[in-house]
Every structure is written in structure tokens, then in C-alpha cells.
């Protein structure tokens, strides 16, 4: 079965950077989430869409923005990237705004 | 907010039985979810409970008690493959697709 795709699998950059980091949710699945995970942290929730609209807001820096498009693929942007920014970030996607959240295999993210 | 607790680290011998609890403090509860991750990898759905009870789902079982803010997760018939980090995760009563709220993990290490 299709899973979630996140790409890149892999991306450095520097400081002050920007960087792009795509999902494409499972077909069909029309809500996407993103959580960010630090190097033996749990995975903190950042922001969600369900229908192509913002539904929930965690603790996404104002650095941070995402949307997500017609197609329910989504996007998160990072500007003014810092050291603090490295980690794995995860998107999820489920069918509908309250059912069961399956994760893609995430973007590792080194900002050197 | 919430406050999810889990003990950091277990050990168990292949074959046989263990068991993880998770204990929570929400302002708000609409279901909570065991996921297990491997090291650099997504996490992997393995159960969901939003009602008192237990719920089976072949060697893994997971239970959950609302009024006490508990739940456990059961895992049978060990094998090898099992040694990764569990996680408890719960989800609010907002109205919208809410992020999920992860527990610390616990690290699961079977032995021969």
C-alpha cells in the first residue's frame, strides 16, 4: 500500500538559509501533519491542515510556514535557518481531521 | 496543557511477555495512541483507544482506562525485532485535526 513520501530524504544547509520540505499524503487522505524531532526527543507537533486550511498550531517557530496545495500535498518552509534546526521532521497524514495518523519516513535536516 | 508519562527504559527476555504503561494529564482527551519507532525512523502506528477497555490486535494489545489517565500497552510472544522505542501519544478534544502530544518514548531492549 502507498504510504506517506516526504522529500528530501536528506538535506544540510547553512545558517541564515532557507529550505523547502515536501509530504505527499497517502491517497486519498486529505489531512496532513508535521512534527519536528530532535536528536532523542519525541516528536513535537508543528502545524496540521485538513481540506487545504490550517486546523492546528503547535509550536512551529514564526521562522516557520507551510500550506498545504489542491493536490493535499503539503509543504514547510524554513527561513533564517539556525543550528537548533536540525532535526527530523516527520509528516503524517490522515483520512479525514480525527482518525489515525500514519507517518512518512521524514527529512533530516543538518544546518551547519 | 498535557503531560504524558512513560518509564524511559525496559528490558525483557525474547519469547516472553511485556508490558509498557503510559499515564497522562490532559486539559482535554480524544484518544490515545501507541507507536513504535526504530532509531532514524517513522514512527509506525501500532494501536488506538479512545474508549475504557482493551483493544487486541494480534501479538500487541493495548488498554486504556480514561478516568484513571491510563493506559498499557501488552506486546506477546517477544521476538528480537521488538527492541525499539514505544510510544504513548494523546490527542485533545479541540475541534480540528490536533496534533498529536508524544510521551518520551520508552526504550524496549529484548534479550536472547
Known amino acids: 500500500a502507498a504510504g506517506v513520501i516526504q522529500s528530501p530524504r536528506h538535506l544540510i544547509k547553512e545558517k541564515r538559509e532557507t529550505a523547502t520540505l515536501k509530504c505527499y499524503p497517502i491517497p486519498r487522505h486529505d489531512t496532513v501533519y508535521w512534527y519536528q524531532q530532535g536528536p532523542g526527543q519525541d516528536p513535537q507537533f508543528l502545524i496540521s491542515?485538513?481540506?487545504?486550511?490550517?486546523?492546528d498550531k503547535g509550536s512551529i517557530p514564526d521562522r516557520f510556514s507551510a500550506q498545504q496545495f489542491s493536490d493535499y500535498h503539503s509543504e514547510l518552509n524554513m527561513s533564517s535557518l539556525e543550528l537548533g534546526d536540525s532535526a527530523l521532521y516527520f509528516c503524517a497524514s490522515s483520512l479525514g481531521n480525527r482518525n489515525i495518523q500514519y507517518f512518512g519516513a521524514g527529512t533530516r535536516l543538518s544546518v551547519l | 496543557g498535557q503531560n504524558i508519562d512513560q518509564p524511559t527504559e525496559m528490558t525483557a527476555t525474547e519469547g516472553a511477555i511485556v508490558q509498557i504503561n503510559c499515564t497522562y494529564q490532559t486539559s482535554g482527551f480524544n484518544g490515545l495512541f501507541w507507536y513504535q519507532q526504530h532509531a532514524g525512523e517513522a514512527p509506525t502506528f501500532l494501536s488506538y483507544?479512545?474508549?475504557?477497555g482493551l483493544e487486541e490486535k494480534g501479538r500487541f494489545s493495548s488498554f486504556l482506562s480514561r478516568s484513571k489517565g491510563y493506559s498499557y500497552l501488552l506486546l506477546k510472544e517477544l521476538q528480537m525485532k521488538d527492541s525499539a522505542s514505544y510510544l504513548c501519544?494523546?490527542?485533545?478534544?479541540?475541534?480540528?485535526?490536533?496534533?498529536?502530544?508524544f510521551g518520551k518514548g520508552t526504550h524496549l531492549i529484548i534479550q536472547p
Open positions: 491542515f485538513y481540506e487545504k486550511m490550517q486546523s
Open positions: 483507544n479512545v474508549l475504557d
Open positions: 501519544a494523546v490527542r485533545d478534544s479541540g475541534g480540528g485535526a490536533d496534533g498529536l502530544t
